[in-house]
């Protein structure tokens, strides 16, 4: 069994600039040493390039990348030294967020050409801040599912290996950044949507603190459950991103000022005293594959051997299943229940038992929800003053194939419900705590593996710093590759 940190690198053989971090990038924009425009026409090359293959970016809008570039000069004078300032850098959004005049499909049939005609609050503000939008990328339908695909776009590939899925909901995003598409794609969680992907496909993806980074979804903007988050190739890019996009906006109740403290500042402060709280199934609660649970317990002996400090614990977290399923039962029904019927009338079966569940609740329900979610981040808040974050893993299991929509075991345990085999998803969303999803090894087919670091309220620095820690010492850092095609994919 494969437990080490690195595995044999695919080629890549995409425009050179395509495989430099986003900072580097950035840095070349800022002192002129290579255009926006430049930077575009390596993405697209690169995305044509790539997407027969993995059907990332199903949804381009080249015209209108184009024509964003003349306001990058202006906008430049009005951010230009804000820490989140991005240049004219090419990125992707996921096609659950409205981008003005670009298709927002929701990967729903009945919305397969539907036009925002004005763009999420969070896209004008990477906009306004120097980010250049390329296209959306593809989603389960309304986001519901661990496996990235549609009627109206099909299936996202892993590209560590066609035959295999991508994870979901942000597999699209996750599979731009492994190949060199774009080099910052925003991603959003609910049940692990962005932690998920990433840790499929060997990138970083980070739940922040609800509110970091714009709100929650326009119908029910109160609602903490399913919010936007950065995804980039590293942690350091992965603070960048974040800077960029956060910040306060009317619209946005749950949204929050910029810290004082930029995120790629807190980079810069060197931890020395790190203690890692680690759990392989989170005290039994999530089933775990014997080869994941090896790889993580080899990446806690290495972290040891680095300086960290790791004890295996876990707080007690009772009620955690039931009311996470309460709570995203409320997403569903305050969210999708109000799709109108022609649209949902297409809805898949999993999208409509989601919604079924969230409309069946009683208020009992509900109300036991709010006050067991309560207990549940005091008894994480406590934990956590004696741990920098509590690392878990981010599945329990290696990517499956591509039109397997979720798997039947996980351990040899079976999954009852489509969503149990996320349960490692389940603890940030619920207490609303900063949740790290990032790459530590491969198993020994070659696919990559990932590490949850989950947080103390509001420690999104914390978090980072922490995961930086982990990158350098395991050697985990940016990896972008053509995609491992196999022609016999079904």
């Known amino acids: 069994m494969t437990t080490n940190h690195s595995n044999p690198q695919p080629p890549f053989t995409g425009p050179e600039v395509c495989k430099l971090p986003a900072r580097e990038v ?7 040493k290579i255009s926006p425009r430049e930077l575009l026409d390596a993405s697209f090359q690169r995305i044509k390039q790539v997407e027969p293959d993995v059907n990332a970016t199903p949804t381009l809008c ?3 990348a184009y024509e964003s570039l003349k306001d990058i000069e202006k906008n430049s004078l009005q951010h230009g030294n804000y820490a989140g300032w991005l240049g004219g850098i090419p990125l992707a959004i996921k096609d659950l967020t409205a981008v003005s005049g670009v ?14 005609p004005k763009s999420d609050p969070l896209v004008e503000r990477l906009e306004n801040r120097g980010g250049v939008v390329v296209g959306k990328t593809n989603t389960p339908e309304f986001g519901a599912g661990g496996n990235t695909f549609n009627k109206v776009f099909g299936y996202t590939r892993n590209p560590w290996d066609t035959r295999k899925n ?12 492994a190949t060199g598409e774009v080099w910052l794609s925003q991603g959003s969680d609910l049940a692990g949507s962005l932690r998920t992907p990433a840790a499929y496909c060997g990138v970083c993806g980070f739940r922040p603190t609800p509110g970091r980074a714009g709100g929650g979804p326009e119908p029910a903007a109160f609602l903490m459950e399913g919010i936007s988050g950065p995804m980039a190739r590293d942690v350091e890019d992965t603070a960048l991103f974040l800077d960029a996009m956060a910040g306060f906006d009317p619209r946005q109740p749950l949204s929050m000022d910029e810290p004082r403290c930029s995120f790629q500042d807190a980079l810069k402060v060197e931890r020395s005293d790190i203690r ?13 594959e014997s080869n994941i649970r090896a790889i993580m317990g080899a990446a806690m002996d290495e972290l040891e051997k680095g300086g960290i400090i790791i004890e295996e614990n876990c707080p007690d977290l009772p009620q955690l299943y039931e009311t996470y399923v309460s709570l995203r039962g409320m997403h569903y029904g305050a969210v999708n229940a109000f799709v109108p019927d022609s649209i949902q009338k297409d809805f898949k079966a ?30 994480m808040r406590m934990f956590l003053d004696n741990y920098d974050v509590l690392a878990i893993p981010v599945v329990g299991l290696e990517p499956g194939m591509v039109k397997e929509e979720y798997p039947l075991t996980v351990d040899e345990n079976q999954v009852p419900d489509y969503v149990d085999w996320l349960r490692f998803s389940f603890l940030a969303t619920t207490t609303a705590l900063p949740a790290l999803a990032m790459p530590i090894g491969f198993t020994e087919s070659g696919m990559p593996v990932g590490i949850q670091l989950v947080g103390p309220p509001k420690g999104d620095a ?3 710093q922490v995961g930086l820690a982990v990158q350098r010492i395991l050697s985990t850092g940016v990896s972008v590759i053509d995609p491992v095609i196999y022609r016999d994919t079904p």
């Open 26 to 32: 950035v840095a070349l924009l800022k002192n002129k």
């Open 62 to 64: 080249e015209e209108r």
């Open 103 to 116: 298709k927002t499909t929701f990967g729903s049939i009945g919305l397969k050409d539907n036009v925002s």
């Open 166 to 177: 991508a994870g979901g909901s942000s597999g699209g995003a996750a599979v731009s950044l």
């Open 276 to 288: 890692i709280a680690f759990s392989p199934d989170q005290n039994g609660f999530a089933p775990v």
């Open 350 to 379: 999993t999208l409509e038992g989601n919604i079924a569940t969230g409309q069946a609740q009683t208020s009992h329900d509900i109300y036991l929800a709010m006050r067991n979610r309560t207990d549940l981040y005091q008894r």
């Open 462 to 464: 914390l978090v980072l």
